[in-house]
């Protein structure tokens, strides 16, 4: 048997750490096998799926060192590598379990689903589907479809017994059935819910070993039964530990950095910040922390990950960065340096902001260094405004950081809307809102536009340098935070 080992990533927003934490393992073990590892793309959430999310997770899967022998981008023997160009595969095999019984028609509102669960609620019963469509006669379900009425399609669950599977790095796991909703498969748009198409291809593409986050053992049951509904076997399972905050909670953006495009801009090496993913919850057996790629598929043991939260501490990868950095020729610090911040492609949506705002060659770091730097350190007093009192700045700071870490679009115009909106929501001029931006972000307010700005830094590394100004000026108490949060809310 070849091993093969697969990542699939569901393109919905910025190119996660974590995405290439998973696939950095999967990648590890299916070479240490001489296996293969190949990378699927799930989009089968067609609202929140973008071509340019699922891009910027090829390109810095690549940036950081993963390649992939089969994908969308590359081909291979089990395309489409892409679920949005496999919809008719999965209506089939949809087709099926209806056929031999194991899914069923549900043509529930979600208006009725909402009321179902406030019934089960107010009983004190578990909030679940409650099986409504199993009763439906054949008869009526033929008539309702061809009536036009929109339905989904549910697996059918047992609702009792036990759920026993085997896990890799956790060994017997036991779940009750009671505790797996009927889950929908078909959604009414026609097209496959994750669980559906992830075992459809898991299968197809011949996977063997499914290694991903440890939030989706709570789906493992509903994969492993509909394994059993088509016949098929089942790869073997492995869910990694999640990453942690220093604090150990889940790695979030609201408290640390997730892009992978983060730390490219921050002039992290994608050695070391693979070295470093290598490094969460698995160590070397000779303990040594610092390896290459190779180094790690040569002495690959998936048994080695420890279970404990691996915390994804920025101050160990900096070191590391630092061992990695220091080992170049000079040669190649430079050859480096310029490719990651002098290159033609990070500096051209700048240059026509500086072009016009500067006499010599030597006024372009003043005005534009802050493109080319981590944290900015700003001090209290940089954020003195003749109209502005603390209170204001750290207000203007804080809902704006709140506004931005929910912003997707992150274009110059969408940026300069959302920021001047919520100015005027708040009641401040825009001139005078802009400023703690300005500082937060530039360091100064004698540059250009601080939207041209964010929009060339990323998100990541904007909302960073906002959460590190609130640090500054001192973020709301707890008391406060919860009535700012309120007005905020009102706000927007
Ligand atoms: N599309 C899922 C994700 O975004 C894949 C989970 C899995 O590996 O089964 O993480």
Known sequence: MTVRTRIAPSPTGDPHVGTAYVALFNLAFAKQQGGEFILRIEDTDQVRSTPESEQAILDSLRWVGIEW????????????????????????????????????????????????????????????????????????????????????????????????????????????????????????????????????DDHLMKITHVIRGEEWINSAPKHLLLYKYFGWDAPELCHMPLLRNPDKTKLSKRKNPTSINFYERMGYMPEALLNYLGRMGWSMPDEREKFSLAEMIEHFDILRVSLGGPIFDLEKLSWLNSQWLRELDQTSFILRFVQWGLNAQYLSPAIEHIMPRINTFSDVVPLAGHLLSGMIDVKVDDFTHKKLETEDVRRILQFAAWKLDVQRQWDRDSLFEVASGLAKAMGYKVGEFFFPLFIAIAGTSATFSVVDAMAILGPDLSRARLRHAIGVVGGPSKKEAKAWQKEFDALV
Request: charged share 30%; net charge negative.
């Open 69 to 200: 022998s089969e994908g969308p981008d590359v081909g291979g023997p089990y395309g489409p590598y892409r679920q949005s160009e496999r919809s008719s595969i999965y209506k089939e095999y949809a087709d099926q379990l209806i056929r031999d019984g194991h899914a069923f028609h549900c043509f529930a509102t979600s208006e009725e689903l909402d009321q179902m669960r406030e019934e089960q609620k107010e009983q004190g019963l578990p909030q679940k589907y409650d099986g409504r469509g199993l009763k439906l006669s054949q008869d009526e379900v033929q008539k309702r479809i061809a009536a036009g009425e929109p339905y989904v399609i549910r697996m059918k669950v047992p609702e009792e017994g036990v759920c026993v599977f085997n896990d890799m790095l956790r060994g017997q796991i036991e779940i009750d059935w009671a505790q797996i909703d009927m889950q929908v498969l078909m959604k009414a748009d026609g097209l496959p819910t994750y669980h559906l198409a992830n075992v459809v």
